[in-house]
């Protein structure tokens, strides 16, 4: 082989090789510090809940359930939801008056689906002759507590399930319309051809459907509200004659307690077939969740199960779900998810085709290098050779676009 040629092939086994270590370095995992969501692997995000004020990479989604099959009742599964999923951080009014409404997510509708979340809390007002979302003052919307009008994301929740023909997503509205507001904004949506029927609901405490039965007939959408009286006048179901819930707010956050929401029969009533967590404080701040979306949260989730006749919750209710100091709501949705439709700890654990309780637990993922982000223009605050090599190395993909040019050219 001539010299020429073996040089410039040695040069682009370098390249890929360089190329390699750089794509290896940057997906930091879960727990290693970041600067944004690019620095982080699959699954997980970047968030202000490191110590210092320094990023981390945190879990954002949880494991699909439907990857372990979908033979199950529908209250067989648990679900990520989100509490007042449309009051998103740094949201302007679609009034455009500036707004004083406390705010309890950071991402779209749209993007917290694209998540997992599956679950999903509304609160619905009469507002400027529509149904709009809204904190409320004394039950009345205000330009100052108005977000934006109800059908905007009803229509991103239908644009979901168009495109994702298996999944069942479920709304639990806080609703102060009057009759017949919701109908009319619901069939604008386009959303009642996926309506999960209020006659299909078990009233006595029975099994659901089956999910596969639910998705195969496309009744993919459970809506519950917060009017009994709608039940019978509109077909929107009546949320407490099928869901237990607990407590909300910092009431329902002491250590070792579960009490049932005041609306809501006992957490251990076997009429609902339906659990309901919340966990979230009264006052949120992105920040103050961290902890609270961790260990916390997996003991909420332990105390639940036992104070709720030993029944793993079917929905997880969370501010911020993508903040935590650990696996936060995600690894809670799938620790409950594990325990429901397979019998192990976390559904990650569940074997493929074999019986109830069959579990394989992986061995732990070795130590991450020390890594830090970036604490300014031109500087490193990590020792890690791994954390630098991410930060010098140019993506790796134009790396092996170029080594595979050459490699064409040569050959």
């Not at 109908?183 to 405490?205: E, I, Q, T």
Request: a neutral charge; glycine letters at 10%; charged letters at 15%.
């Amino acid at each position: 082989m001539a010299p020429t040629r073996l040089r410039l092939r040695l040069a682009v086994a370098a390249i890929v090789a360089v190329a390699l270590l750089g794509s290896f370095a940057s997906a930091a995992r879960e727990g290693d510090a970041c600067s944004s969501e690019g620095d982080c692997g699959a699954g997980l995000h970047c968030t202000g809940c490191g110590g210092g004020g320094d990023k981390t990479c945190t879990r954002a989604t949880p494991v699909d359930p439907l990857t372990h099959g979908t033979g199950l009742p529908f209250n067989n599964y648990s679900w990520l939801t989100t509490h007042n999923s449309y009051a998103l951080a740094g949201a302007a009014s679609a009034t455009g008056s500036p707004l004083v409404a406390p705010t309890n997510q950071e991402d779209t509708i749209t993007a917290q689906l694209k998540n997992g979340v599956r679950g999903l809390m509304l609160d619905t007002y009469d507002f400027n002759s529509d149904v709009w979302l809204c904190h409320s003052f004394q039950g009345k919307c205000y330009n100052f507590t108005a977000f934006q009008p109800a059908i905007n994301v009803l229509k991103e929740i239908q644009t979901f399930l168009e495109a994702n023909p298996s999944e069942v997503i479920t709304i639990f509205l806080e609703d102060y319309t009057a009759s017949g507001s919701l109908p009319k904004v619901f069939n604008a949506s386009g959303l009642m051809k996926y309506w999960f029927p209020v006659a299909k609901m078990p009233k006595s405490g029975e099994n659901w459907p089956l999910l596969k039965d639910m998705i195969s007939q496309n009744e993919r959408l459970l809506v519950f509200t917060s009017k009994k009286s709608k039940e019978a006048s509109e077909g929107i179901a009546y949320e407490w004659n099928y869901v237990v819930e607990n407590q909300y707010g910092n009431e329902g956050m002491v250590e070792g307690k579960c009490p049932n929401r005041a609306e809501s029969p006992a957490m251990d009533s076997k009429s609902q077939s339906l659990v309901l967590m919340n966990f979230f404080t009264t006052d949120p701040t992105q920040t103050g969740v961290c902890a609270n979306n961790s260990a916390p949260l997996v003991s909420m989730l332990k105390t639940c199960h036992d104070l709720s006749g030993n029944r793993w919750p079917n929905y997880i209710a969370v501010d911020f779900y993508m903040r935590s100091d650990g696996g936060g709501a995600p690894l809670a949705t799938d620790m409950a998810n594990g325990h429901m439709v397979c019998g192990c700890d976390n559904i990650a654990y569940c074997k493929a085709n074999s019986t109830f309780g069959t579990c394989v637990i992986p061995p732990p993922p070795p130590p991450s290098s020390p890594r830090k982000a970036p604490s300014g223009k031109g500087a490193s605050t990590g020792s890690s050779s791994s954390g630098t090599m991410a930060r010098l190395v140019p993506k790796s993909s134009f790396f092996l676009g170029v080594a595979l040019l050459v490699l064409v050219i040569l050959c």
